[in-house]
């Protein structure tokens, strides 16, 4: 390195004999510039005395000789000498060492948070145990139809779910309860039950209008009594509807119709009266229902149209389900240890949670959810059901606040034996024992909606940690956001109350989940044709992209051809593409923000638009690899938050779930041959100007093949696109262009015709003028 065999070695004394570093630096790298740096040269003793005399590299530039000389005989010392130390370095035998490697600065990686309600804030997700996730989320409990409420909850809970074990890769161990012993339940299975009864005796048109007006009665007390707005408009509409249906039967009694006139009046009113009638036969008979078997019929018919619509909206099973009927013997022994602990106490056959005594303690804290609403007695009455809230159930307690463990049944209710007498468990109990069954002292994870933050979680919270005493039954509580129907709360009395069923009879699951998905899971989400027209819209935007990028795929291109040079283009959309996937997974680990997500993807999609269409002005092909790779990331997202089933490997699923692949693969090679056939037609009949042919050609496009789900895209220059899609937004889109032409149509009309007005009237006019010059003197 100091100069080949035959060459000598350059005089350093001068160099040598310079006091000040840097202008030694400078005259150094001078001397250095004439000599080549080139493998086989030795290095001799005059260079390393050359370089001691050097404490660190020179930080200019310019001395770039230097600089790497000395970090060559660096690494050969293993450590620069001091000055003055002797360096018992060898010339070297023309073999060089590799320099020394630094690791790259890097980047913090980014962390899950998620926003926990017991603290109000967005925190670092740590399992307790590893990867190990253990979550408890509140099911329904099963006594009428499911509706866009409980979608709300778990949609949101589904997507959280799928996000945490599919994208952040935890191992999640999910468990969600049934609850098929409540108040309300019993009620309305007594209430079906009394109805069921009353029916089967085919009450006579007079005794049927005596029991209603009997009905009524109660009735009005209880209108008269209530003060909720909501629940006084539906009172309000029941009775009105109720009277307006007795008439008819009054008048005919009156007249003595037929049989059958009456008789359809008498169905008339006995639908109409239905829930006025059920309410008064419990009032008076519900205590003589005993048999256990009508309090589970109710709950099990629900429970199956329950998972029937969870299936339906694409929502994954629990791990496991629990059921309260099935854990009655585990709630006993739950119930007893409070007592046993100190914070439990039996009242006249029933358990009470003794919440003066919790929160004195210092090992534990009451109300960590919502404290400000400690002491909220009508939210504790609701908590307790309308069968627990009675002068003497109330009576029982030490303190307004404490709530049911145990109730003991009165007549007309499901009992079990317990300790304490015949009862069934009190609501908050329920999913205490079962989730501390099967998830023990602490969990990492516990969901629910927001309206059981207090009391439910709160007092399930409170048990729960009396049971275990500690303070720790929760690590991180998760509570979806209200639902709105149109900006106003969904009730029966407002006539907005959407079953699951329902909405799905006009919206996908699909397309209700990217409703969802383009919400926060934690804030209101209103659901409404807003709502659901922007997510119409997204789930087109993407699809027209992603059958887009298949039309691409199809192209046929050997082996060497599918990896093509990149251009500037190229380079800049993929630059894109990775800076997205970074925003989108920031946005993952910011409290799952699926919104933020969305938007992101869109902006991706809007990119590879722009791209494509440039392609297109240039009549070039587009990177098919990179397209591919983008829209493979995207429906792997969408996977992820499960608005696409696992077997479709590109986009959305054409035909249902099952038959996409299927489908598309199998009939897409014969409309590749029918489009290139056609557009072989086309060419003929313009060169041979046959219109005829070319009008058959268009009615196959336009009316025909979107009665198949086919849509062609005929592109000036370009090949013919060819695209499977649903075939009702075909028949749409064909509906609106139709409407469209119709409305160009109009008004090209309306324009004629203004103008031919404009004319006739300037004609009348010329000639209007004519006359007045003519009779002028």
């Known amino acids: 390195m100091a100069g080949s065999s035959g060459q000598q070695a350059p005089d350093y004394r001068s160099i040598l004999s310079i006091s000040d570093e840097a202008a030694r630096a400078q005259a150094l790298n001078e001397h250095l510039s004439t000599r080549s740096y080139v493998q086989g040269y030795s290095l001799s003793q005059a260079d390393v005395d050359a370089f001691r005399q050097l404490s660190t590299p020179p930080a200019d530039p310019q001395l770039f000789h230097v600089a790497r000389w000395f970090r060559h005989i660096e690494a050969l010392l293993g450590s620069p000498c001091g000055k003055g130390q002797p360096c018992r370095l060898q010339a070297s035998k023309g073999r ?96 079906n039950h009394l109805f069921e009864q009353y029916l089967e005796k085919r009450p006579e048109a007079a005794q049927l209008l005596e029991d209603v007006q009997a009905a009524l009665k109660p009735f009005s007390v209880k209108l008269n009594e209530t003060t909720d707005p909501d629940k006084k408009q539906m009172l309000e509409r029941i009775q009105h509807e109720v009277q307006l249906a007795t008439e008819p039967l009054e008048k005919a009694v009156q007249s003595r119709l037929t049989g059958e006139e009456v008789n359809s009046c008498v169905e008339v009113l006995l639908e109409e009266a239905k829930d006025l009638l059920s309410d008064w036969l419990d009032s008076t008979l519900g205590s003589d229902v005993t048999d256990n078997s009508i309090f589970s019929k109710l709950p099990k018919f629900w429970e199956g149209e329950f998972h029937r619509d969870m299936e339906a909206l694409n929502v994954l099973p629990p791990d496991v389900l629990t059921r309260v009927s099935e854990y ?147 690590r991180y509580f998760l509570h979806t956001g209200h639902l709105t129907i149109a900006g106003c709360k969904m009730s029966k009395s407002l006539k907005n109350f959407i079953t699951i069923k329902d909405a799905l009879k006009k919206h996908s699951a699909r397309q209700l989940r990217l409703a969802f998905l383009m919400h926060s899971w934690k ?39 599918q990896f093509e040079k990149w251009g500037e283009e190229e380079a800049e959309l993929n630059k894109n593409f990775y800076d997205k996937k970074t925003a989108i997974h920031e946005a993952l680990c910011d409290n799952v923000d699926t919104r933020t997500v969305m938007e992101e993807m869109r902006a991706l999609v809007s990119q590879c638009n722009l791209y494509m269409a440039a392609r297109k002005a240039m009549r070039k092909r587009p990177n098919r690899a990179l397209l591919e790779n983008i829209a493979l990331y995207l429906t792997h997202m969408l996977k992820i938050f499960g608005a696409i089933e696992e077997e479709s490997s590109l986009g ?38 046959v219109p005829e042919v070319l009008q058959l050609s268009d009615a196959l496009r336009d ?73 002028a003197p």
């Open 96 to 191: 060089r060492v590799q320099p020394q490697w630094s690791p790259p600065a890097g980047t913090q990686p980014c962390r899950l948070h998620l926003y926990n309600s017991l603290t109000r804030n967005k925190e670092v997700f740590i399992p307790q145990d590893g990867k190990k996730v253990t979550w408890y989320c509140c099911g329904p409990t099963v006594y009428d139809a499911s509706h866009m409420g409980h979608a709300r909850s778990y949609i949101s809970f589904d997507i959280l779910r799928r996000v945490l074990k599919d994208y952040f890769k935890f191992d999640v161990f999910y468990c969600m309860n049934i609850t098929d012993i409540d108040d309300k339940i019993i009620k309305r299975a007594r209430q």
């Open 328 to 474: 009655v013997p585990e709630i006993v022994n739950f119930v007893q240890k409070i007592v046993d602990n100190g914070y439990g106490y039996v009242s006249n056959g029933s358990v009470y949670f003794d919440t003066v005594k919790f929160a004195s303690s210092e090992k534990h804290s009451y109300g960590k959810l919502v404290p400000e609403a400690v002491g909220d007695q009508k939210a504790l009455q609701e908590g307790e059901g309308d069968l627990s809230i009675s002068a003497d159930r109330l009576s029982e307690k030490r303190s307004p606040n404490d709530f049911a463990l145990w109730k003991a049944s009165k007549p007309g209710e499901p009992s079990w034996p317990c300790p304490w007498g015949k009862g069934r468990p009190g609501w908050h109990i329920e999913c205490s024992a079962m989730a501390g069954t099967l998830l023990g002292a602490s969990m990492d994870i516990h969901g629910g909606g927001f309206d059981l933050r207090f009391p439910h979680h709160d007092n399930e919270l409170a048990q729960s940690e009396a049971y275990f005493e500690n303070d720790c039954w929760v």
């Open 523 to 561: 804030d209101t989400l209103d659901y409404s044709s807003n709502t659901m027209e922007s997510a119409l819209q997204y789930e087109k935007f993407l699809n027209e992209f992603f059958l887009n990028v298949k039309d691409i795929l199809r192209a046929p291109v050997d082996i060497t051809g």
């Open 652 to 689: 959305f699923p054409v035909g249902g779930s099952g038959t996409s692949l299927n489908l598309e693969s199998t009939v897409m090679p014969y409309l590749q041959v029918l489009s290139e056939f056609r557009e072989g037609v086309r060419k003929i009949a313009r060169e041979q100007k």
């Open 703 to 775: 009316d025909i093949l979107p009665e198949l789900g086919v849509r062609f895209e005929d592109h000036e220059g370009l090949p013919t696109v060819v695209k499977l899609v649903d075939r009702n937004t075909l028949l749409k889109e064909r509906e609106e262009k139709r409407q469209v032409e119709e409305e160009k149509r109009k008004k090209k009309e309306e324009a004629a015709r203004r103008k031919q007005e404009q004319e006739v009237m300037h004609f009348l006019c010329l000639g209007v003028g004519a006359l007045l010059g003519r009779s």
